[in-house]
């Protein structure tokens, strides 16, 4: 196609609806359906989380404010901020409390892959997929409420330790439901991998390079779909992992190359499910009995917090990739000195702009779910015509109905 | 097309969803409410709660000391202070007791595990819905 400033368009999408717990604004300058150039506008909610950190809650009261942080990534959070508290104030976890928050970490892996597998097949119009994911995820839900006492914010972290063990019976259901899943696995490689319409949509779009994915620091899945062997849980074991030995997944061990596309992504998630379920049969047979707090007495445990003087740095693999905090604490003050949270879809929206450079619109829901951010951000789009200066807004719905017929159109022409 | 077998498969089985509170959605919320409280229709069951579920908390009053460490810990400031007058003998005394607003409340539990007379339980009961965050039962007094 002929260069020529008509065929130039700026799209911006996003950036803010009022459900969205990350919005972001993209403008994308297409030309005719082709994506030539890529911006991305980023910190667009601001709600004050680590605000009131630092100025209204206690160390205790922050455990579940971190939860709200992501209503997905709710076990990694308060992990990740309670190895912060632990390494501010000195505290040493039993190791118990150790396997059980990583017994739950990898449960919640579980749910995030296949919750994320359902959104992605939602995304190219493959509704089917998306129903049945959703229904196999329903069981690994289950495990955790019966587990922890509640499906979404599992509550379940505690400075020092845990605040539930696994019994006998819970042990039980756990099992129950990885057998479920290790029934199921096949099922679910065999539709989502060896499907014909999901591996034309994903196959060679949203390329990241090796390089690009070093240059602009990807993390999880993303990186390692990439061929970047990064994993928190092997370079920085946490936890139990040291002694599980988690090595990262990378695409080729499924399909013998690293392409970095969309595809590879999918390979990699549907890969640590398999992971996550060994973790916790490793975790479930090696747990050491003992306690499962450090220190039992709440009271003392906060007017120990106050005495404590420090800082603290928490790594966590979250099933999108890495998560940070960081943590100071002063003596004498209740709430923490300085926090600072670092999430990772903070790292994988930059990727972006490699990934949907050459691509078309249609493939702009996709590729932005694939490093599995929060898509509402779609919710709304307006197409500026430059030249004309003419607005027209385009909604995640319609973007959401070219992808499916793009999907149509592609499985017309196989 | 692998998911082709797998839609005939789902096409005979019995919903994977738990029909609650009604197995067909009722013409009318309100109608169908009314039903209910009036005996003439009956609510599908929900699923059943697992064991140490976190629902709508119980306060026994008469245990409780008036430490106030539950309102120390509570991430979502849902309890608040309130005094009561307690006769003891001839006169009667103020004395400090707690009030929960569940509305506000986000169900960890901390306040139970906090609690050092065990007044504060949580119960299996769920269905909170109401269109008044301040109505009598969303109080526990």
């Not at chain 1, 579980?110 to 919750?115: C, Y």
């Not at chain 1, 029934?183 to 539709?191: R, S, V, Y």
């Not at chain 2, 009036?38 to 609510?43: F, H, L, N, P, R």
Request: with cysteine; hydrophobic share 40%.
């Amino acid at each position: 196609m002929e260069m020529s400033d008509e065929a130039l368009y700026t799209i911006p999408v996003g950036p803010v609806h009022p459900a969205l717990k990350e919005p972001i604004e993209l403008d994308l300058r297409v030309e005719g359906e082709r994506i030539v150039g890529v911006d991305v506008k980023c910190s667009q909610a601001h709600r004050g989380i680590e605000w009131l950190g630092m100025n209204r809650n206690n160390s205790i009261q922050n455990i579940y404010l971190a939860e709200r942080v992501c209503g997905i990534c709710n076990v990694c959070h308060p992990y990740c901020m309670v190895l912060a508290v632990e390494e501010a104030a000195g505290i040493e976890v039993p190791e118990r409390a150790d396997y059980i928050r990583t017994i739950v970490a990898e449960m919640e892996r579980i749910h995030s892959h296949l919750l994320w597998a359902g959104v992605a097949a939602h995304e190219i119009g493959f509704d089917t997929v998306f129903h049945y994911t959703w229904a196999l995820r329903e069981e690994i839900m289950d495990a955790i409420e019966y587990v922890t006492g509640n499906r979404v914010t599992k509550g379940i972290m505690m400075i020092g330790g845990v605040r539930r063990d696994i019994t006998k019976e819970r042990e039980e259901r756990i099992r129950k439901a990885l057998r479920y899943y290790e029934e199921k696995f096949e099922k679910i490689e065999d539709l989502v991998l060896h499907d014909k319409t999901i591996r034309m949509r994903t196959r060679n779009v949203g390329i990241l390079t090796r390089e690009d994915a070093l240059k602009l620091c990807a993390v999880g899945p993303v990186a390692r779909a990439s061929g970047v062997p990064k994993d928190v849980r092997q370079d920085y074991p946490y936890g139990a992992y040291a002694d599980i030995g988690v090595r990262a997944i990378l695409p080729d061990q499924y399909t013998g190359e690293i392409i970095g596309d969309v595809y590879d992504r999918i390979v990699v998630r549907l890969l640590e499910v398999k992971q996550s379920i060994q973790i916790i049969h490793d975790a479930l047979d090696n747990i050491p009995q003992g306690d499962i707090v450090a220190e039992k007495n709440l009271v003392k445990l906060l007017s120990m917090l106050k005495r404590a003087e420090g800082e603290g740095i928490g790594r966590v693999e979250a099933p999108r990739g890495e998560d940070i905090h960081y943590v100071r604490l002063r003596q004498g003050e209740e709430p923490f000195l300085s926090w600072k949270i670092r999430a990772p879809t903070y790292n994988n929206v930059l990727p972006w702009i490699p990934m949907l450079l050459g691509a078309e619109i249609a493939d702009v829901p996709i590729v932005a779910a694939s490093t599995d951010p929060c898509m509402s951000c779609l919710n709304r789009v307006t197409v500026v015509d430059e030249s004309s200066r003419k607005e027209f807004t385009l909604t995640k719905e319609r973007m959401h109905e070219m992808s499916v017929r793009k999907t149509r159109r592609m499985m017309r022409h196989v | 097309m692998p998911a082709i077998t797998e839609v005939w498969k789902v096409l005979f089985k019995r919903p994977f969803t738990n029909r609650f509170p009604a197995k067909y959605a009722p013409r009318s919320v309100h109608g169908f409410v009314r039903r209910v409280q009036a005996g003439k229709a009956k609510i599908a069951p929900p699923v059943p709660t697992p064991p140490n579920f976190r629902g709508k908390i119980n306060y026994e009053v008469d245990k409780c000391i008036g430490c106030g460490l539950c309102i120390r810990v509570c991430p979502t400031k849902a309890i608040v202070w309130r005094t009561v007058e307690v006769e003891q003998g001839e006169k009667k005394v103020a004395k400090k007791k707690v009030k929960i607003f569940v509305s506000r409340c986000c169900f960890c539990s901390q306040c139970v595990d906090i609690c050092p007379k065990d007044c504060l339980s949580m119960s299996d009961e769920f269905l909170l819905a109401n269109e008044d965050k301040l109505a009598n039962e969303l109080i526990v007094l």
